[in-house]
């Protein structure tokens, strides 16, 4: 009869003949004094469980990506300085997402790069066989390039926060890997970078355009500020993801009309209507996200992704995938939406309100420069939290707290689709839009978002 310590043993004895198979049989001519070195072991390993010598993107956390989230807020934040300047917040988001996917992709087994997926996107660079690499330096280095190259006019404040909060996390890596693994890492980040944003600037956001001058006539936009027009170019700019706008076109608001119970003229006193009998919830929720004071157009999406990936706290790839994700979805929303703003060029209600209604009207938050329909705010809220939604689940709870420093006070949600609508509902309280333009804006987003998932293929098949 066999004793426990017996068994064990021959257990033992079987495990280690077994792995020898493994590793040898596969050998034309067998040393017989050699033996499996520790680099072969190591690799065994990483084999069994993911973890040791080659580690896997899940094995980091993602708080240098919220870090440099939340330096980019910074540099967005308006008023800006004098003398400095902005950039669009959707291209950032999705650059800044896609570089840093490209650039901790190679750690994640099951998934791939979107080289060949996005348009004209290039071939990005290839890890090297057998090399460890840790991920999070990787991500820091090229977030820390995209974000340099994105804001070269940025105040010099800025600038050195980015020096420092770059060298900070390499600090911080240097004590968890060796000094050949951190600087291949760190050059592998870069590089990535360098490439993604070689092809970002061949989208056409660099163009020079003659001064926009609008359509005239009835029921036709007409500009709310001197300031030129935004975004009545943004059909040139180059879409990223193939056919994404598929599906998205837009019923066409009613005729126009000026006629006390015509479709339109019903549509434009529900607005007129509202705006005299405001709620402080009302007036809070279009203080809330109207941008300025806050920051550029898009931020408030920005904000709400550093503080869903603080809340949630997911592990780097995840991360990435959800940067990439919401980048995606903010920048293509971008793109279509002001495509079709420029193509009804519809009258804001500020402007029919004032010559048919009541000439002493005005909104309660200011009229951004372009035309009604369709509404950006709904458009972009509808991909960007539709795709959340995806990510975390409808279920979601949060609370904001973006404007804190504004002593606005904070705002909580149970799901992303929650905050979809307060967001559209903001527009037409504070006498921006019109409710049906929100309606149909809001589900143009949802398309976008799901063209983009049913496009992309981030797994391997």
């Known amino acids: 009869m066999y004793t426990i310590k017996k068994v064990l043993k021959w257990k033992h004895l079987l495990l280690l003949a077994f792995s020898s198979c493994i590793l040898f049989s596969c050998q034309k001519n067998i040393d017989k004094e050699a033996k ?21 993107t899940k094995t980091f956390a993602s708080n240098a990506v919220v870090s440099w989230i939340n330096l980019q807020l910074q540099m967005l934040k308006v008023p800006l300085p004098a003398g400095t300047a902005g950039q669009a917040t959707d291209r950032c988001e999705a650059y800044c997402g896609i570089a840093l996917y490209e650039a901790v992709v190679p750690g994640m087994p099951a998934y791939q790069t979107l080289s060949g997926q996005l348009t004209d996107f290039p071939a990005m660079p290839s890890a090297e066989p057998g090399k460890a690499y840790h991920w999070a330096a990787s991500a820091n280095a090229a977030l820390a390039e995209m974000n340099r190259r994105l804001f070269p006019a940025t105040a010099d404040a800025n600038k050195t926060a980015m020096t420092n909060l770059e060298n900070a996390w390499q600090a911080a890596y240097a004590g968890e890997t060796d000094a050949a693994t951190l600087q291949r ?30 359509p005239v006539g009835p029921g036709l ?12 170019y943004n059909y040139q700019l180059r879409k990223l993801v193939p056919g994404v706008a598929n599906g998205t076109e837009l019923v066409p608001p009613p005729p126009f009309s000026t006629t006390p ?201």
């Open 36 to 56: 499996p070195g520790n680099e072969q072991l190591a690799q065994l390993k990483d084999a069994v469980d993911g973890s040791g010598h080659l580690k896997q």
């Open 185 to 214: 890492s760190i050059a592998f980040g870069k590089e990535v970078a360098t490439r993604v944003f070689k092809w970002a600037a061949t989208d056409g956001s660099a163009n020079v355009n003659p001064p926009y001058v609008p």
């Open 261 to 461: 119970g015509s479709p339109f003229w019903n549509m434009v006193k529900e607005v007129y209507d509202a705006s005299l009998s405001l709620t402080p919830n009302q007036k809070a929720m279009a203080d809330y996200f109207k941008d300025v004071p806050g920051y550029t157009p898009g931020g408030t999406y920005l904000a709400l992704l550093s503080q869903v990936l603080d809340l949630a706290k997911p592990t780097l790839d995840m991360a990435a995938l959800t940067c990439v994700k919401v980048g995606l979805a903010a920048h293509e929303a971008g793109i279509i939406l002001f495509t079709n703003k420029y193509i009804f060029n519809q009258i804001r209600p500020v402007t029919y309100i004032r010559a048919y209604i009541d000439p002493n009207w005005s909104t309660y938050i200011p009229t951004p420069n372009h035309p009604e329909f369709p509404s950006g705010h709904s458009t972009t809220g509808g991909a960007i939290l539709a795709m959340m939604s995806k990510i975390f689940g409808e279920n979601f709870h949060f609370t904001l707290h973006t404007y804190d420093y504004l002593n606005y006070p904070f705002r909580s949600y149970t799901s992303f689709t929650e905050l979809s609508n307060e967001i559209s509902d903001s527009r037409f309280y504070g006498g921006l839009h019109y409710r049906a333009t929100l309606e149909k804006s809001t589900e143009q987003g949802k398309k976008i978002a799901e063209n983009i998932l049913n496009t992309i293929k981030f797994l391997k098949e």
């Open 221 to 232: 936009w007409v500009p709310t500020a001197p300031t030129p027009p935004i975004g009545a």
